[in-house]
């Protein structure tokens, strides 16, 4: 099993920063990538960035050169720099590791953390 734990999300006014952490603890012995999608009300669950263990990033196109993933593999930990904040960033942020279980590649999810950009 594997465990998460985010934090970081808040309220915030447009153009603003917020910094998300998530801590993961368990059997993460063969992690492949950690990441952050988020969920808006009324849309699909969609993807944010996500960073390997050798550190290649992936992110969407409406977060780039807003928004920088980042992991410390001694602390098992993915964060994720928001900047430049705008109001349609606001959702529900999930962290999630893809985690090797039996040659079987499988998604591990947080609980989820708030994220609300508003004046």
């Known amino acids: 099993q594997v465990q998460l734990v985010e934090s970081g999300g808040g309220l915030v006014q447009p153009g603003g920063s917020l910094r998300l952490s998530c801590a993961a603890s368990?059997?993460?012995?063969?992690?492949?990538?950690m990441g952050w999608y988020r969920q808006a009300p009324g849309k699909q669950r969609e993807l944010v960035a996500t960073?390997?263990?050798?550190?290649?990033?992936n992110a969407a196109d409406a977060v780039k050169g807003r928004f920088t993933i980042s992991r410390d593999n001694a602390k098992n930990t993915v964060y994720l720099e928001m900047s430049s904040l705008k109001p349609e960033d606001t959702a529900v942020y999930y962290c999630?590791?893809?985690?090797?279980?039996?040659?079987?590649?499988?998604?591990?999810w947080g609980q989820g953390t708030q994220v609300t950009v508003s004046s």
């Open positions: 999630t590791v893809l985690i090797l279980e039996a040659l079987v590649p499988k998604n591990y």
């Open positions: 368990g059997n993460i012995f063969r992690l492949i990538y």
């Open positions: 960073i390997t263990s050798s550190g290649s990033t």
